[in-house]
């Protein structure tokens, strides 16, 4: 007959999210109670392997504080209902030879699987045992440095990096992780030239200065790739690895949002040479100081431009090559331009071959709300076929998903076909009927 825990004396394990945790003694202590009197049925259990997973199990490998009995018991247990595991690295293989001892094939319920850095003088091949530990995982967390080979976890799905990884370890995850869909590595000059055999991967954050760029074309279901660098940029090293990735993705490319809080000199962004990106509509600049463009820098797709906390100079060289530009958004930015912005851009829009009115949507600006204040009634209904502006409030602007010294991009379809165009009919104006109609 199965034992009531509470009649045993065994305190009650918190489970709701606003009680406090167990520490590791009512921990040992509970779950010791439980090995020897209560059957494995009981809910008790499911509620301390729960608790189990939110610790370092570590702890419980090096103490010894369970003996022969209550490991044989607890292990097959372990096996089946264990969903998510945190342990240092060198205790990998002492989990791994415990298993093996008490005939517990693996744990195969474990999904998620934190790696913890450890002590000094660690099995550093210990990595190389999780594809037999937990062959099922797919959220792996390594935070130990990695400088062996990596294992073959063919259902990993999500892998955060925040150590050092070896090249080698690099390539093997990029080879026997069929199934990798999320990758996030932050530091360090990795060669990537073997990321194109994740052909599910979706969403990666790497370092900004990396080798193999060009192999993130191989990734055909790539949706948003992110490159960060946490410290200046003292000159243009970075700029080789951005062209590389953007000529590479050109037909794909859907967003660029490019942070510069690291930067230390103007960015001209023409340099980033997005003209023959057939699918780009929009791009982003946040904490940039911007240099006046004197060549196109954006091809005639795009339709959106927009700049927070950036400096900004004649605003009008931004659009001169661009009059398919339909909306600039300027939020909390500086502009340094002795003229009437909105009268100048108003001037410039009236001369362009263009169907819509541009927006300009504007916030935190004392110079726009200046200029937009005076404008009367009739000269913003003068203005509207054109040119159509916006003030809105802090508390309406949107954040950006983006961390500082970040460039990211969004990719979707390939655009790199021309239109069809429908062929002339009978009643269609010709080349002729076009000239008359200019006289």
């Known amino acids: 007959m199965a034992h009531n825990p509470l009649l045993l004396g065994i305190p009650r394990v918190p ?9 590791i003694q009512e921990l040992y202590r509970t779950l010791r109670i439980c090995l020897q009197y209560v059957e494995d049925g009981c809910n008790i259990f499911s509620r301390l392997i729960s608790a189990l997973e939110a610790i370092n199990f570590s702890s419980f490998l090096r103490d010894n504080r369970l003996n022969e009995p209550e490991m044989r018991r607890l292990l097959p247990m372990l096996g089946q209902r264990l969903t998510s595991l945190r342990i240092q690295l060198a205790d990998i293989s002492t989990l791994f030879n415990a298993c093996r001892t008490f005939r517990v094939r693996c744990l195969g319920g474990v999904k998620n699987c934190i790696i913890l850095s450890g002590r000094e003088g660690q099995n550093k091949f210990a990595i190389l045992m999780l594809g037999r530990l937990i062959p099922n995982v797919q959220m792996l967390h390594i935070f130990a440095p990695i400088d062996s080979r990596f294992p073959m976890l063919r259902h990993l799905r999500t892998v955060y990096v925040g150590g050092k990884i070896s090249q080698e370890a690099l390539d093997d995850l990029f080879t026997y992780s069929p199934m990798l869909e999320n990758f ?7 060669d990537i030239k073997k990321i194109g055999r994740c052909r599910l991967l979706k969403e990666t954050i790497l ?9 993130i074309y191989h990734l055909e279901n790539l949706t948003h790739l992110s490159m960060v660098r946490q410290k200046l940029w003292p000159g243009m090293d970075w700029l080789p690895t951005v062209l590389a990735i953007i000529h590479a993705k050109r037909h794909q490319i859907q967003r660029l949002t490019f942070d510069g809080s690291w ?11 997005l003209n023959d990106c057939t699918a780009l509509d929009e791009v982003r600049f946040s904490n940039c100081k911007l240099k006046d463009v004197t060549v196109p820098p ?3 797709c795009c339709k959106n431009i927009a700049f927070r906390r950036c400096t900004l100079g004649k605003l009008n060289s931004f659009l001169r090559f661009h009059p398919l530009v339909r909306e600039i958004q300027i939020i909390n930015s500086q502009l340094q331009w002795d003229v009437p912005v909105l009268n100048r851009l108003l001037a410039l829009r009236k001369f362009q071959p263009v169907q819509e ?14 200029e937009y204040t005076k404008w009367r009634r009739e000269d913003m209904d003068a203005a509207k076929p054109f040119l159509q502006v916006k003030e809105i409030d802090p508390h309406h602007v949107k954040p950006w998903k983006i961390q500082a010294g970040m460039i990211s991009m969004t990719f979707g379809r390939p655009v790199n076909y021309a239109p069809e165009i429908r062929p002339l009919g009978e009643d ?6 076009v000239l008359l109609d200019l006289r």
């Open 357 to 370: 009115p541009l927006l300009i949507t504007f916030c935190q600006s004392t110079k726009l709300r200046s």
């Open 15 to 23: 489970v709701k999210v606003n009680e406090r945790p167990p520490t």
């Open 184 to 190: 996030v590595l932050r530091d360090g000059y990795p």
């Open 428 to 433: 269609d104006p010709t080349a002729a009927d």
């Open 207 to 215: 370092p900004l200065q990396l080798r193999s760029a060009p192999a």
């Open 263 to 273: 930067l230390v000199r103007p960015l001209n962004f023409a340099r980033l040479k």
């Open 298 to 300: 954006l091809p005639l």
